[in-house]
C-alpha cells in the first residue's frame, strides 16, 4: 500500500510527509519538552518552517539529478528519519548545518554538466563555511567539494583554488562581524576545534539509534554493489559523493561538540537516498511495503519510547 503511493512521483506524497512532519510535532507538544508560549512561537515554529524547507530541498534536488527513478521514496524515508529524532524541534543548529550541506551537495552534484564550474565550487565552499560557523568540525565536508573536482573538473588547477576563495569569504565577513561587534558568534568561535571522541556508552537511545542507522547502510551497501554495474557513469559518481557524505557524516558524529543535539541528522539525506534505490529496485512489493511499514513504526517508537533525556 505504502509503495503505491511513493511508488510515483506526485505532488500529494511532498503534502502527506508534511502533514506526517506536522503529526511528529504535536507529539512533540504533547511529550512535555516545553510549555507552549511566546518562546515557543520565537524558537519552534521556525525550526518546523525549516524541516518544511528540508523537505523541498531533498525532493528537488533528488528528481533534479535523477539519484532515484520517478519515485518519491526519498522524499518519505527522510521525512521517517526525522521521527528519529524526537527533540529536534529544540535545535535549529542542526536543522541549518543539514540545510546548508544540502546546498553544497547540489552545486557540487551539478558539476557534472561542466556549466559556471567556478561559480558552483564558490557557492558549495561557501555554504559549508557557513556551517562551520556552528561547529569547526564541519570543516570536514570540505572534502566532498574537492572530490567533486577530482571527479567533475580537475584538469582546471584555478578549480582548485576557488573553494579556498568561497571559504575565505566566509572568514573575512566573520572577522569583520568580530572586530565591528568584539564578540564571537553564540553559535562557535571560527576554527576553534575540540580534538576529542564525543560518545558516551551510557546513552541508550543514542546507541540504538546508531545500531539501526548501521543496519540499514550495512544491507543498503551491500545491494548497492551488487547493482551498482546497472548505474549510469553519471549517476555513479554521484553516488561515490553521497557515499563521502555518509563517511564524514560518521567522523563529525564522533568528533562534534556535545552542545550539538542530534548531529546524527546528517546522516538523513544519504540514508534517503540509498534506501529509496534499494527499494525501487525489490521487485516483489510486500517486501518493499514491509520495509517501510517497519521504518515508520521505529520512527514512532523513537519519537514516543525513546525520548532523549
Known amino acids: 500500500m505504502i509503495t503505491s503511493v511513493f511508488g510515483k512521483s506526485k505532488p500529494i506524497n511532498f503534502i502527506l510527509c508534511a502533514v506526517l512532519l506536522l503529526v511528529y510535532f504535536v507529539i512533540y507538544l504533547f511529550s512535555g519538552y516545553k510549555?507552549?508560549?511566546?518562546?515557543?512561537?520565537?524558537?519552534?515554529?521556525?525550526v518546523v518552517?525549516?524541516?518544511?524547507?528540508?523537505?523541498?530541498?531533498?525532493?528537488?534536488?533528488?528528481?533534479?539529478?535523477?539519484?532515484?527513478?520517478?519515485?518519491?521514496?526519498?522524499?518519505?524515508?527522510?521525512?521517517?528519519?526525522?521521527?528519529?529524532?524526537?527533540?529536534?524541534?529544540?535545535?535549529?543548529?542542526?536543522?541549518?548545518?543539514?540545510?546548508?550541506?544540502?546546498?553544497?551537495?547540489?552545486r557540487i552534484i551539478s558539476l557534472g554538466s561542466l556549466r559556471s564550474v567556478k561559480?558552483?565550487?564558490?557557492?558549495?565552499?561557501?555554504?559549508?563555511?557557513?556551517?562551520?560557523?556552528?561547529d569547526a568540525w564541519m570543516v570536514l565536508y570540505m572534502a566532498i567539494v574537492y572530490?567533486?573536482?577530482?571527479?567533475?573538473?580537475?584538469s582546471d588547477y584555478k578549480n582548485w583554488?576557488?573553494?579556498?576563495?568561497?571559504?575565505?569569504?566566509?572568514?573575512?565577513l566573520y572577522s569583520i562581524y568580530v572586530y565591528l561587534t568584539k564578540q564571537a558568534l553564540p553559535t562557535n568561535s571560527l576554527l576553534e576545534f575540540d580534538v576529542q571522541i564525543n560518545y558516551s556508552t551510557t546513552?541508550?537511545?543514542?546507541?540504538?539509534?546508531h545500531f539501526v542507522i548501521a543496519f540499514l547502510f550495512s544491507i543498503i551497501f551491500v545491494l548497492f554493489l551488487l547493482k551498482y554495474k546497472s548505474y549510469s557513469s553519471q549517476k555513479k559518481l554521484s553516488f561515490l559523493i553521497i557515499k563521502m557524505l555518509f563517511f564524514i557524516g560518521t567522523f563529525y558524529v564522533l568528533l562534534a561538540k556535545?552542545?550539538?543535539?542530534?548531529?546524527?541528522?546528517?546522516?538523513a539525506f544519504p540514508l534517503a537516498v540509498f534506501m529509496a534505490n534499494l527499494l525501487e529496485n525489490i521487485e516483489n512489493k510486500r517486501i518493499a511495503?514491509?520495509?517501510?511499514?517497519?521504518?515508520?513504526?521505529?520512527?514512532?517508537?523513537?519519537?514516543?519510547?525513546?525520548?532523549?533525556?
Open 147 to 154: 572530490l567533486g573536482i577530482l571527479l567533475y573538473v580537475s
Open 35 to 46: 510549555a507552549v508560549g511566546l518562546e515557543f512561537l520565537t524558537a519552534e515554529l521556525p
Open 49 to 106: 518552517l525549516l524541516l518544511l524547507f528540508s523537505l523541498f530541498m531533498v525532493n528537488f534536488v533528488v528528481k533534479k539529478n535523477d539519484l532515484t527513478e520517478q519515485n518519491d521514496y526519498a522524499l518519505f524515508v527522510f521525512t521517517l528519519v526525522i521521527g528519529f529524532f524526537p527533540s529536534i524541534f529544540q535545535h535549529i543548529n542542526i536543522v541549518l548545518m543539514q540545510l546548508l550541506i544540502l546546498f553544497a551537495l547540489r
Open 203 to 209: 546513552n541508550y537511545r543514542r546507541i540504538a539509534l
Open 289 to 309: 511495503n514491509s520495509i517501510l511499514f517497519i521504518l515508520m513504526i521505529v520512527s514512532f517508537l523513537f519519537n514516543i519510547y525513546l525520548k532523549e533525556a
Open 161 to 172: 583554488l576557488v573553494p579556498f576563495i568561497g571559504f575565505g569569504v566566509v572568514v573575512m
Open 258 to 267: 556535545n552542545s550539538i543535539q542530534n548531529s546524527e541528522f546528517l546522516f
Open 119 to 134: 561559480q558552483k565550487l564558490f557557492d558549495a565552499s561557501f555554504f559549508i563555511g557557513l556551517a562551520v560557523l556552528f
